[in-house]
């Protein structure tokens, strides 16, 4: 995915070293060990946890002991490079995995990709080395828990002593997690998860529910080896990821009767990337930046700005969508098709993600007529045959992204979108940073 061999630095106190292979030779780390689906203890906790964090080493609620009733468990901080000496100072006696200095500007779609693919790697390494000892393959562990670092309070949800709405016990991680793991045939599903917590009272209803799954994932990453999450995500990389696996034919599932709590921690995460000007001096004329400006024509005179393309885009797509696709705004009957890739578009823009992989599992658009067509970073996969199936709003908008203005243009030419979009010169936007930052290019067009 990345073109090369990616390398990451664990960082393990003495204390945590029994959860590793190491090489009799030079201690080289060899894998991370696993559980075997069939063992049978039923006290013992078998999903590694991977808490990825930015700019929270104070503030992260990292410390599970209490939430594990002091169990015996696998967790792992995952930090970028630059901030590897604060976490390593706050918490020594966590176990980081420190992530390639590429992505010290990266998202949280980052961190998840590469504990993804960590993971499966992990898990091939730990099938190879226990079928040498006699044990079959598909028998070794392929869970992971991918965990946010604001996860405060577990709860269960019984029935009311009445029979009617439910009533709400604090239970401990180890508890849930438990629950899960043991339950029947879980490895047929990809992703499993809980609900967020909600003051309003609920009713009792099914049991599990197939729907999105974010801030507490339980992640089968045998079942998802061919579905990745997009490591250029700063925002909704879970959505992203849950209609990815939906459209793959795999299975999610929600356990109802578990909820999560997360406390509102005000720094780090995104939000604490500064969206701010170039250079230091022009600080003091703009101290903060609508959105409408974080894009510009093409090599424009307009204030250069000191943060990532990436970025960039999904927070002008957030903030200002509804002047983007303005036929989409309140209107829940006549969404913005996503083509492979969903990017918010604020509460008040309704999207309809489709996938354009072979035989993929996508929602019956027969009767929809769509006001406004999203193209993000398109591959090989979308052909102009694949487009021509789907019905436009008379006036529709058209926004096709692309990482260069060559590559749009040739897209435009491969998908046909002349025969039936109409585009101005003026319509050619580019996220406001610098050329050296590689920024993206944004097309507008308009249904004939």
Not at 13 to 32: A, V
Not at 194 to 203: I, N, P, Y
Not at 371 to 382: A, I, M, N, P, R
Not at 404 to 421: K, T
Request: net charge neutral; with cysteine.
């Amino acid at each position: 995915m990345l073109g090369e061999e990616v390398q990451l630095h664990f960082i393990i106190p003495k204390n945590k070293e029994r959860h590793f292979i190491f090489s009799q030779q030079g201690r080289h780390l060899e894998s991370m060990r696993l559980p075997l689906i069939s063992d049978q203890d039923s006290d013992t906790l078998k999903s590694p946890i991977f808490t990825p964090t930015t700019g929270r080493q104070e503030h992260g609620l990292l410390n599970l002991y209490h939430a594990m009733e002091g169990a015996e468990h696998l967790h792992i901080l995952v930090v970028k490079q630059h901030e590897m000496p604060l976490y390593r100072k706050y918490w020594p006696n966590h176990i980081l995995l420190v992530l390639p200095a590429v992505f010290n500007t990266s998202g949280v779609g980052a961190a998840r990709f590469m504990i993804k693919e960590l993971s499966y790697h992990n898990l091939e390494l730990e099938r190879n080395r226990l079928e040498e000892q006699g044990v079959r393959r598909q028998d070794v562990w392929p869970f992971i828990l991918i965990m946010d670092d604001s996860c405060v309070l577990w709860n269960t949800h019984m029935t009311g002593h009445h029979g009617n709405g439910s009533e709400v016990v604090n239970i401990s991680l180890k508890s849930v997690l438990l629950q899960m793991e043991c339950s029947p045939k879980l490895s047929q599903y990809a992703i499993c998860g809980v609900r967020s917590w909600s003051s309003k009272a609920s009713r009792a209803g099914a049991a599990f529910s197939r729907c999105h799954l974010h801030d507490f994932i339980l992640l089968n990453v045998d079942l998802t080896q061919n579905v990745q999450y997009d490591l250029n995500r700063y925002m909704c990389e879970e959505v992203d990821f849950n209609l990815r696996v939906n459209s793959s034919g795999l299975l999610l599932c929600r356990f109802n009767q578990f909820s999560i709590m997360k406390k509102h921690i005000t720094t780090g995460g995104h939000k604490a990337m500064l969206i701010k000007p170039k250079h230091a001096s022009m600080e003091s004329v703009s101290p903060r930046i609508p959105s409408s400006q974080y894009v510009c024509a093409p090599d424009s005179e307009n204030t250069v700005l000191d943060a990532p393309a990436q970025l960039l885009l999904e927070k002008f797509l957030q903030s200002c969508s509804q002047h983007l696709f303005p036929q989409a705004f309140q209107n829940s009957s006549n969404p913005v098709l996503a083509i492979d890739s969903y990017l918010d578009l604020g509460p008040q823009v309704c999207v309809c993600y489709v996938s354009s992989r072979p035989h993929s599992i996508n929602m019956d658009h027969n009767g929809v007529v769509f006001s406004g067509l999203l193209l993000y970073l398109c591959d090989s996969f979308v052909v102009s045959g694949l487009l021509k199936k789907f019905r436009f709003l008379k006036g529709a908008t058209l926004c096709v992204v692309s990482q260069d203005r060559s590559s749009l243009r040739q897209m435009i030419v491969r998908l046909e979108l002349e025969d039936e979009w109409q585009f101005r010169l003026r319509d050619e936007f580019q996220t406001a940073n610098c050329s050296e930052d590689r920024p993206l290019y944004l097309l507008t067009g308009r249904h004939i």
